[in-house]
């Protein structure tokens, strides 16, 4: 017997795909329980519609995904840090560290782009000034590279 499946269900499938299991399965424990419902044309039909708006958003979070990756891709924000001097003088050490919070509000704040901090991968950590690169994974396989220079705050 054809079923639609309405939640997961271990060794048989995922909700939301239609599995063929025995008349008996069915019929005892997958219809009466509400895991499944009988696979008919109705349910097909509303099972179809459902696959191609699932399609069609992806595909509008995958095009969105591309524009803000164009967008980001080659371009250069600001970060300011305090710095303190060494022992033996010198600048450039940072009071802490640039975290990707603070790269991710510079995006916001310079390029007018909203990233995921949690998106934000900087080679190493900042700990002086200099320009670094950073990766922002934006969906599976779509990624933009930028630049991270990090200023003295004056």
Do not use: W
Not at 69 to 85: D, F, I, M, P, R
Not at 112 to 125: C, L, Q, T
């Amino acid at each position: 017997m054809k079923v639609i499946l309405r939640v997961d269900i271990k060794g048989t499938g995922k909700a939301g795909q239609l599995v063929e299991v025995s008349d008996g399965y069915a019929r005892n424990y997958l219809l009466p329980k509400n895991l499944a419902e009988v696979a008919d044309k109705g349910a097909l039909n509303q099972l179809k519609t459902k696959v191609e708006a699932q399609k069609h958003h992806e595909e509008e979070e995958r095009q969105k995904a591309l524009a803000t990756a164009e967008a980001l891709n080659n371009k250069s924000v600001t970060c300011y840090a305090k710095a303190g001097q060494t022992e033996s003088g010198q600048t450039g050490r940072l009071f802490g560290s640039v975290t990707t919070k603070e790269v991710a509000d510079a995006i916001k704040e310079q390029l007018g782009v909203e990233v995921d901090r949690r998106k934000i991968a900087i080679d190493g950590d900042i700990k002086a000034f200099g320009t670094y690169k950073a990766q922002i994974k934006l969906k599976a396989g779509i990624t933009a590279a930028i630049n991270v220079v990090v200023s003295e705050l004056k």
